[in-house]
């Protein structure tokens, strides 16, 4: 085996570098946004179970299924047929690139403690700084995919730092009256129901890379790597976040943490310890930003590679560098990055309107995983005879659950703002399957496209009369 191949270490850190990004930083405030301390403990026990489940989806799958690579992508392929797992990896992608739009608004957001003229991050200024560093990850990445990722690891354990004294030092802070205060929220946030629901986009956010080392594992040294490096991963991301997000609401109320710039932490840290707390937490998230924008520049270029590999995508996506990056796949990305990023400072869209956008467009992703799960226990695919099934259909069935729960939980609005960027893969997927001269579509595959399609036109329509809103 190369040496050159993805070790355990380096998968672990491409998960936690993939999670622990921008979101964190904010966490306290987007979570306080529509949910009480009650509220918000219900929400992180659902998605504890939910997101554990789903972890142990893409373990499972990388044990008993590693034939099939490409993570989201070629789980929702091996499930449902080529369409849907076409449209797994285009929306996979589109949630990638937009999450890193994302990251660079609260970059520069964070930024502007010290700078004034970045603004919320999509200034002027903002916008062309945010252009440089994406070019420069860009020319980064172009020199070798391993190279990043030993960078990555690097910058993984750097972030983590930050964290832990933020935790420490705000542990030391805590207030039980401050945090017991509006404990199951005000009036007008709603029902427990509603502000539990009002969590769940901003959760799946701060998880959005739990997916990652199976999105390498066809360059990973071992396939079991890749499920031990998955589960790690989700255990200690979802102690921070959990820490970041109670403990902030014993320093600050729900209305004054709802009421925060971005990122958060850097003024709760501000209330508990002095002015040094908001230097701290500024840098901390420039440095943690820094890494997950390198590993998702990663994970955004290897997902139309790998569909192109496999013809879902058109063959000059498939075409890699001498370095064996997938060099087509990343000039389009960080095209579609560059646009929207020029697109943010004209319409003045912020960071909490593309998290939820970024992760409107994973959920069925990652519902086509846990259904892919489930049939392959069903199947008994990848078991030895006599072998139990038992834990691992109680893990699908969990995790399936779980994603039908997000799907309601995001509503109506999100889901058709999604086909509006789901409708146009549907050219890429026809120039594919134009190229290996197949027809477009198989079956029920043609009303799914047709359905698509309507549903982003009627989408579209509504953001231009204004009933439908960011």
């Given at each position: 085996?190369?040496?050159?191949?993805?070790?355990?270490?380096?998968?672990?850190?491409?998960?936690?570098?993939?999670?622990?990004?921008?979101?964190?930083?904010?966490?306290?405030?987007?979570?306080?946004?529509?949910?009480?301390?009650?509220?918000?403990?219900?929400?992180?026990?659902?998605?504890?179970?939910?997101?554990?489940?789903?972890?142990?989806?893409?373990?499972?799958?990388?044990?008993?299924?590693?034939?099939?690579?490409?993570?989201?992508?070629?789980?929702?392929?091996?499930?449902?047929?080529?369409?849907?797992?076409?449209?797994?990896?285009?929306?996979?992608?589109?949630?990638?690139?937009?999450?890193?739009?994302?990251?660079?608004?609260?970059?520069?957001?964070?930024?502007?403690?010290?700078?004034?003229?970045?603004?919320?991050?999509?200034?002027?200024?903002?916008?062309?700084?945010?252009?440089?560093?994406?070019?420069?990850?860009?020319?980064?990445?172009?020199?070798?995919?391993?190279?990043?990722?030993?960078?990555?690891?690097?910058?993984?354990?750097?972030?983590?730092?930050?964290?832990?004294?933020?935790?420490?030092?705000?542990?030391?802070?805590?207030?039980?009256?401050?945090?017991?205060?509006?404990?199951?929220?005000?009036?007008?946030?709603?029902?427990?129901?509603?502000?539990?629901?009002?969590?769940?986009?901003?959760?799946?956010?701060?998880?959005?890379?739990?997916?990652?080392?199976?999105?390498?594992?066809?360059?990973?040294?071992?396939?079991?790597?890749?499920?031990?490096?998955?589960?790690?991963?989700?255990?200690?991301?979802?102690?921070?976040?959990?820490?970041?997000?109670?403990?902030?609401?014993?320093?600050?109320?729900?209305?004054?943490?709802?009421?925060?710039?971005?990122?958060?932490?850097?003024?709760?840290?501000?209330?508990?310890?002095?002015?040094?707390?908001?230097?701290?937490?500024?840098?901390?998230?420039?440095?943690?930003?820094?890494?997950?924008?390198?590993?998702?520049?990663?994970?955004?270029?290897?997902?139309?590679?790998?569909?192109?590999?496999?013809?879902?995508?058109?063959?000059?996506?498939?075409?890699?560098?001498?370095?064996?990056?997938?060099?087509?796949?990343?000039?389009?990305?960080?095209?579609?990055?560059?646009?929207?990023?020029?697109?943010?400072?004209?319409?003045?869209?912020?960071?909490?309107?593309?998290?939820?956008?970024?992760?409107?467009?994973?959920?069925?992703?990652?519902?086509f995983c846990a259904i892919y799960s489930w049939m392959v226990v069903q199947r008994g695919?990848?078991?030895?005879?006599?072998?139990?099934?038992?834990?691992?259909?109680?893990?699908?069935?969990?995790?399936?659950?779980?994603?039908?729960?997000?799907?309601?939980?995001?509503?109506?609005?999100?889901?058709?703002?999604?086909?509006?960027?789901?409708?146009?893969?549907?050219?890429?997927?026809?120039?594919?399957?134009?190229?290996?001269?197949?027809?477009?579509?198989?079956?029920?595959?043609?009303?799914?496209?047709?359905?698509?399609?309507?549903?982003?036109?009627?989408?579209?329509?509504?953001?231009?009369?204004?009933?439908?809103?960011?």
């Open positions: 085996m190369s040496d050159n191949r993805l070790k355990l270490g380096a998968l672990t850190a491409m998960v936690v570098g993939s999670m622990i990004g921008g979101g964190i930083f904010s966490l306290p405030q987007n979570m306080a946004a529509g949910a009480g301390a009650g509220a918000i403990i219900i929400g992180w026990a659902i998605t504890f179970v939910g997101m554990l489940a789903l972890a142990f989806v893409f373990q499972q799958l990388a044990t008993r299924k590693p034939e099939v690579t490409g993570g989201v992508y070629g789980y929702a392929r091996a499930a449902l047929g080529d369409y849907v797992g076409f449209n797994s990896a285009w929306g996979y992608w589109i949630s990638a690139w937009i999450g890193n739009v994302a990251y660079f608004v609260v970059m520069f957001s964070a930024l502007s403690f010290w700078f004034p003229m970045f603004g919320e991050g999509n200034t002027g200024a903002a916008i062309i700084c945010s252009s440089l560093l994406l070019w420069a990850l860009h020319f980064l990445v172009l020199r070798g995919v391993q190279g990043a990722a030993m960078i990555n690891t690097i910058t993984t354990i750097a972030k983590l730092v930050p964290l832990a004294l933020f935790i420490l030092l705000v542990l030391f802070a805590f207030k039980i009256d401050t945090f017991n205060l509006d404990f199951w929220g005000k009036p007008e946030l709603g029902s427990i129901v509603d502000q539990v629901k009002s969590t769940m986009l901003v959760t799946v956010w701060v998880f959005i890379g739990i997916e990652g080392a199976s999105m390498f594992s066809s360059r990973a040294q071992s396939m079991a790597d890749v499920g031990k490096a998955t589960v790690i991963g989700f255990l200690l991301t979802i102690a921070l976040l959990i820490a970041v997000s109670v403990l902030s609401m014993g320093i600050l109320t729900q209305s004054e943490l709802a009421a925060l710039k971005n990122p958060s932490t850097a003024y709760v840290l501000e209330a508990a310890v002095g002015p040094w707390g908001a230097n701290l937490m500024n840098a901390g998230l420039v440095i943690s930003v820094g890494g997950a924008l390198l590993a998702w520049t990663l994970l955004c270029g290897e997902t139309p590679y790998l569909a192109a590999k496999d013809g879902m995508m058109p063959a000059v996506f498939s075409k890699t560098n001498a370095n064996g990056s997938p060099e087509p796949s990343l000039w389009l990305t960080n095209g579609m990055i560059q646009l929207f990023l020029v697109i943010t400072y004209f319409n003045g869209a912020v960071y909490l309107s593309l998290v939820q956008l970024a992760t409107s467009m994973i959920l069925l992703p990652y519902l695919e990848g078991y030895k005879s006599g072998e139990s099934t038992g834990k691992d259909m109680l893990v699908a069935v969990l995790a399936t659950i779980y994603g039908v729960w997000l799907l309601y939980a995001a509503g109506l609005q999100y889901l058709l703002l999604s086909m509006v960027l789901y409708a146009p893969g549907l050219l890429f997927y026809v120039w594919a399957r134009k190229e290996k001269a197949q027809k477009p579509f198989n079956g029920g595959e043609t009303i799914l496209a047709i359905l698509i399609v309507a549903l982003g036109i009627y989408a579209a329509y509504g953001l231009a009369v204004g009933t439908l809103k960011l």
